[in-house]
């Protein structure tokens, strides 16, 4: 596990200034080559002007925010690898880093150059108040879990309709949940717990579970449920809920390198018929 922090960068390129996209590619690539390339393709979707730079000021003029972002990363990472030991029995072969991004996710697991990332938005867990050492933990540790799935299944899946996706995607971020909570070590532990988020969602839980199972057998999306920009019942993320407790229900039967390594038409069949 490797920890880069591009604090004091953030703080001496962008800081008090007007956000130069040209400056920002220079400190992007300074910390992987071709990460510019990679961050602006994921991001060009967005409206730059409209979505994108209206966060960005916002994270470069939150001096008090992002110095408490930085504290907070500073903790969590201090015994980090020690945890993830603990856990998992086993390092974790990543990069985590703390940069500036284009409003591409507060977090992001993926691969670049050949190698695994945890990459940490700065501008977006501003924007979501997620800086303080509890939410930035559940987030380091929710992206871990995506990392550790990766390294652990070995199980190639082919994904071509859209119900295959949705309990794709359900499967994949239930994992992650499921590790967060374990690395958390909080039982159901949910960071989007807020104003009785987990409350709602455990009151509507028939209701989400229905509505999710219509939408995988008439293979419809279910983008709704994921993400702090889609809402289903005026909620956000209730995805990671479902998924959370699917998970947790296969863990009743199952240890978690089986589950990591499950098939994917068993996954739906488990869903669609006994949850």
């Not at 409206?47 to 730079?53: N, Q, V």
């Not at 989007?192 to 989400?208: A, F």
């Not at 479902?242 to 390198?257: H, I, M, P, S, W």
Request: charged share 25%.
């Amino acid at each position: 596990m490797n920890l880069i922090d591009t604090y004091s960068e953030v703080e001496r390129l962008f800081i008090g200034k007007t956000f130069s996209k040209d400056t920002w590619r220079n400190y992007a690539n300074s910390i992987e080559s071709n990460l510019a390339k990679r961050i602006e393709a994921d991001s060009n979707e967005y409206d730059y002007e409209r979505k994108i730079l209206p966060v960005l000021n916002l994270s470069i003029s939150s001096n008090k925010e992002l110095e408490q972002l930085h504290q907070s990363f500073l903790k969590v990472t201090e015994k980090l690898q020690e945890r993830v030991m603990n856990i998992f029995g086993k390092d974790l072969d990543v990069d985590i880093i703390l940069y500036l991004g284009l409003c591409n996710g507060a977090g992001w697991a993926t691969q670049i150059n050949g190698r695994k990332k945890v990459l940490l938005g700065i501008e977006k867990i501003i924007e979501l108040h997620w800086y303080d050492e509890n939410n930035l933990a559940a987030l380091i540790y929710h992206e871990l879990g995506h990392i550790w799935h990766d390294t652990t299944r070995n199980v190639v899946t082919e994904i071509v309709t859209q119900s295959q996706h949705a309990i794709w995607r359900l499967y994949r971020e239930g994992v992650a949940m499921y590790c967060e909570q374990l690395l958390y070590n909080k039982g159901r532990f949910y960071h989007q717990n807020i104003n009785g988020w987990l409350e709602w969602c455990d009151r509507n839980r028939s209701i989400l579970i229905a509505e999710y199972k219509q939408r995988v057998t008439r293979n419809e999306n279910v983008q709704e449920f994921f993400g702090d920009w889609c809402k289903f019942m005026e909620h956000s993320d209730v995805g990671y809920y479902l998924g959370a407790e699917f998970v947790g229900y296969l863990a009743k039967e199952y240890t978690l390198n089986d589950i990591a390594n499950m098939d994917l038409e068993v996954l739906i069949n488990k869903f669609l018929l006994e949850v």
